[in-house]
């Protein structure tokens, strides 16, 4: 059974002009400690679909309309809210993205990192805890710092500080939501290691929500591509990254800046992505896609298992290896 499991999830938003569908039917899976990489473009629907997890999106204006989120086996949107607060910070904690803006400025770090334990792990809220959380996350001097208040740290070292106060839970699953955004590139492979050597340590799943593929490639096990609220692929990351199959997928990689072959321009996909309730008909990629055909535009295509992986484009070659040109 896997750890995290949801089946056809939907979920609604209510605006002044109707109700409009942001997540349409999406499943994953993540494995116990297993890393999954979630990709693709902003409003595409990852942080939506993460939020939803631990059912954290306000309703309204937001509505679960249907689907199932499976966690350790436990239904998240049957359960009441004295459970779902046991879940939450429990079985799940998040890493949300601007540290800045998630830590409470009027708080030291000591107290935010211990609030977590007082809450999940009562017996281990204690000073020496709190300090050894912020010293295994990297953080020096951590007895001084655990009395600064986040502005009075660098920003690498408030997402160590939203690393210790996520993990001193001890959960099962990690969302790490763009958990290296504006940081450069040497504290970005500083928390690299950091979540590898305590995903070993504490035997925990993480849920990488990003659209840097280079990050994907660099920890995670498995990658699910996002469009428009729906899944467009989803495999082994080496398979995928190597044999992208959906035009989609082939389009992002072809825009990532590459040593062995630099280019005066970068390839860029045209347009942007549709929002809900302005989804085009037939494939939601159609309108930006160079392969598209007239049947593209006529009907949705089903997301069909093609060995390892699961693609939504009926024009995929079978081994992934290049993807057919219109005839």
């Known amino acids: 059974m896997a ?3 949801i089946r056809d999830l939907s979920v609604d938003f209510t605006r002044d002009d109707g109700r409009v569908r942001a997540i349409d039917r999406v499943s994953l899976r993540v ?49 009441g809210t004295k459970r779902l607060s046991q879940l939450r910070g429990g079985q799940i904690s998040y890493m949300f993205q601007e540290p800045a803006t998630s830590l409470n400025p009027v ?12 809450r999940h792990r009562p017996a281990l809220a204690t000073d020496r805890e709190v300090v050894d959380w912020l010293r295994r996350v ?3 001097a951590p007895e001084k710092r655990a009395r600064d208040f986040p502005h009075q740290l660098s920003g690498g070292m408030q997402q160590r500080v939203m ?31 950091l979540l590898r050597e305590l995903r070993a340590e504490l035997g925990m799943s993480i849920l990488l929500i990003t659209h840097n ?9 498995r990658m699910i591509v996002m469009y428009a609220g729906q ?25 990532m800046p590459r040593l062995e072959a ?23 990629f159609a309108p930006r896609c160079a392969l598209a055909r007239a049947e593209c535009r006529r009907a949705m295509p089903p997301l069909e298992r093609m060995g390892k992986r699961t693609v939504r484009c009926p024009w995929a070659p079978p081994t992934g290896a290049k993807i057919r040109e219109p005839a």
């Open 31 to 79: 494995e116990a400690n297993e890393v999954v990489g979630l990709v693709g473009e902003s409003g595409s629907g990852k942080t939506v679909t993460a939020l939803s997890i631990a059912r954290l999106l306000p309703c309204p204006p937001a509505r679960y309309a249907g689907g199932e989120i499976e966690l350790d086996g436990e239904d998240v949107l049957k359960v």
């Open 231 to 255: 899944v467009v692929e989803e495999g082994p990351v080496d398979d995928v990254l190597d044999h992208p199959a959906h035009p989609y997928t082939r389009a992002l990689l072809e825009s």
């Open 3 to 5: 750890l995290l499991d």
């Open 107 to 118: 708080h030291r770090v000591g107290v935010q990192v211990r609030e977590m334990l007082r």
């Open 262 to 284: 630099p280019r005066d321009r970068l390839a860029a996909i045209e347009g942007s992505v549709p929002t809900p309730g302005h989804w085009p008909t037939g494939c939601r």
């Open 138 to 140: 990297g953080i020096p």
């Open 163 to 193: 690393i210790a106060m996520a993990l001193a839970s001890r959960p099962r699953l990690l969302v790490a939501d763009e958990p290296t955004t504006a940081l450069d590139v040497t504290i970005q492979a500083a928390i690299l290691e």
């Open 213 to 221: 593929l280079g990050l994907v490639a660099e920890i995670a096990d």
